[in-house]
């Protein structure tokens, strides 16, 4: 486009493996944006936006991939493509990829669309490429260099038929402007110009999103300090969405009973919860429940052996010195509890409260079980909870006899009840699958077996879920709003400063087993780049506080470390403009201390 007309400039390009940033991470495609003279900015924190998908071969093992030489172009209509070649783990050649590219395209930037594999020369290694419209000839053409050393190209007429993509014809060579920029550790691609409409939208979504105001009326009319203490704040936010906080008043020298005009000041509050909450505690979850609240987790800190419960009337005496566990679930041979009782998760199904869980017997392989409360029974009471059963499939055999499950959750939406969990073959051996994402129906009469055939959700294939050896899909946990289901899940090294949150999200009133209709995101939603100190933030849980905030808990650790101590972890969920969750607006993000002091003229009538 032209230049004159443009309000900013995005260079695509990947980064060099660096300290925390590993060959997993750094070979996807990083975007940076200019604001007219500015300096180039690296978005979404300089954290990887598109990843190639790894293959799956024919023993079931997934060879990961990643991307090198990205190219990004327009054409005449305003749609985005974006080349890249696929590589082999580690950067190197990658025979399922010879002669080919990877091709995607975008109409903001913001979401992109998977094309497919362009097949460029079946004998040749693509080195470099790029892709320019050629309006003359109303085509597409890719010009790269093989690893023979000599230059090509081939035509093709749609960005969306991989089948149009003419034969190779040896041609000169060619160059393209590789900006210079001052980003350190990055491998430049190429950089367009971008019109302010594209621009800015594009920016924002993949910035930080942080509070700029907060607002109160300017005027309050109203009889009692009980009125005034139910007046929240607006707190406003980078990207356009705004966020209701609490205001502490400080009205002690007003008079309610006298008729009159006052002015009042105020601070904005939100609840902010140390880190860490508690050392050792992974896989956190709390449950409200009776005007209380109760705690349950892996507790590392008794080598992942029985499950303890806290109960407080506040979030902060759960955690606070003195606090009280009770044993509801011990070590039990005979019935097969001995080891890994990992991740207990509470949930209401139909009008009982049960406890999802994995657990282990003599010989390590953990497996789904659910225990529930019995009518009238208390939390804390191991003797109220009936005893633990495997988790079925619907012609009553077990989730499996061949691998591991664990980490199951649930959730129920228009009327459909669903259980999601975890399952991983051959751990440890060449045949290993990863740990992958199934969902399945089941009866809330009798949760305890499935009433569909399990159906497979997800699997580790982008570089984030597949990394430091570790080839992760748990952790799954429901966020059920108005209009979408949003299952947050885990990948990475669950031990490790890799460790983050993906997202899966689909409409509501779908087919929750429809594969298809779900939608899971290139880039993760919450990691150690954007979780505020945090490494490896993972394995988290959703609930609605007493001040009817929506938190998210989850485990990180302190140091950046391959192995080190999890932490319980949390903060609020914030939602966009489009009522979207966004899952790393923590902290002064939240709610800037410098702006939460405000001031309000108020009326009280009599």
Not at 28 to 45: D, G, Q, V, W
Not at 86 to 92: D, M, W, Y
Not at 175 to 202: C, T
Not at 266 to 293: C, H, M, S
Request: hydrophobic share 35%; proline share 5%; glycine share 8%.
């Amino acid at each position: 486009m032209d230049k004159m007309q443009s309000c900013g400039k995005i260079l695509v390009y990947t980064r060099k493996p660096k300290d925390d940033y590993t060959e997993s991470l750094s070979n996807s495609i990083h975007f940076a944006y200019c604001k007219e003279e500015a300096c180039f900015e690296p978005l979404n924190r300089n954290y990887g936006i598109l990843f190639a998908k790894a293959t799956v071969d024919e023993q079931n093992v997934i060879h990961e991939k990643g991307i090198k030489s990205p190219y990004l172009f327009r054409d005449p209509s305003g749609l985005f493509g974006i080349i890249a070649i696929r590589v082999a783990k580690e950067g190197k050649d990658d025979l399922e990829s010879k002669g080919h590219i990877l091709l995607w395209t975008s109409h903001d930037l913001i979401t992109f669309n998977y094309i497919g594999l362009l097949n460029l020369h079946k004998d040749l290694f693509v080195k470099n490429v790029i892709c320019e419209y050629c309006p003359d000839e109303d085509k597409y053409v890719i010009r790269w260099q093989g690893d023979d050393g000599c230059y090509y190209k081939n035509t093709f007429g749609c960005l969306t038929d991989l089948s149009s993509v003419g034969l190779p014809e040896q041609t000169d060579t060619y160059s393209y402007e590789v900006p210079d920029v001052s980003l350190a550790d990055i491998i430049p691609g190429n950089m367009i110009y971008v019109e302010k409409s594209i621009g800015e939208p594009f920016y924002s979504h993949w910035s930080p999103v942080y509070n700029t105001e907060i607002r109160v009326p300017s005027h309050i009319n109203l009889t009692s300090r009980k009125q005034l203490d139910e007046v929240k704040a607006t707190a406003v936010y980078s990207d356009g969405s705004t966020a209701e906080k609490r205001v502490i008043w400080d009205s002690q020298d007003i008079d309610f009973s006298v008729a009159g005009s006052y002015t009042v000041k105020g601070k904005a509050a939100q609840e902010r919860y140390q880190f860490p909450l508690a050392t050792g505690y992974a896989d956190p979850v709390i449950l409200p429940w009776n005007g209380k609240y109760y705690f349950i987790s892996t507790n590392d800190n008794k080598n992942d052996i029985g499950i303890y419960v806290r109960e407080a009337d506040t979030i902060h005496d759960l955690f606070a010195p003195g606090f009280k566990e009770s044993l509801i679930l011990d070590v039990n041979e005979e019935k097969g509890f001995v080891q890994t009782f990992w991740a207990p998760e509470f949930h209401w199904i139909g009008e009982d409260l049960y406890i999802m869980f994995a657990v282990s017997g003599k010989a390590w392989g953990p497996q789904c079980h659910i225990m529930k409360l019995k009518k009238g029974g208390s939390i804390l009471n191991a003797e109220d909870w009936e005893e633990p059963v495997r988790i079925k499939r619907k012609d009553g055999t077990y989730l499996t006899e061949d691998g591991i499950t664990l980490d199951m959750t649930y959730f129920k939406a228009d009327g459909v009840s669903c259980v999601v969990w975890s399952y991983r073959k051959g751990i440890g051996t060449p045949l290993d699958t990863g740990s992958m994402l199934y969902i399945a129906t089941i009866d809330e009469s009798n949760p305890t077996m499935l009433t569909s055939e399990p159906v497979l959700l997800s699997r580790p294939l982008y570089g984030w879920e597949n990394i430091q050896g570790t080839i992760n899909n748990e952790g799954p946990y429901p966020l059920v709003t108005d209009d979408m289901v949003y299952i947050t899940y885990s990948g990475g090294a669950a031990c490790g400063y890799t460790y983050v949150l993906g997202l899966l999200s689909i409409p509501r009133g779908s087919n929750y087993l429809d594969v298809g209709a779900w939608k899971k995101s290139s880039t993760p939603v919450l990691s150690y780049y954007s979780a505020g100190g945090i490494y490896g933030p993972g394995h988290n849980s959703f609930f609605k506080d007493y001040n009817g905030d929506i938190m998210i808990m989850y485990h990180g650790e302190k140091d950046l470390v391959q192995f080190g101590t999890r932490c319980t972890a949390m903060h609020k969920v914030h939602f966009n403009q489009q009522k979207v969750p966004i899952f790393d607006v923590c902290g002064d993000r939240d709610l800037n201390p410098s702006l939460a002091e405000v001031v309000a003229k108020i009326t009280i009538d009599k």
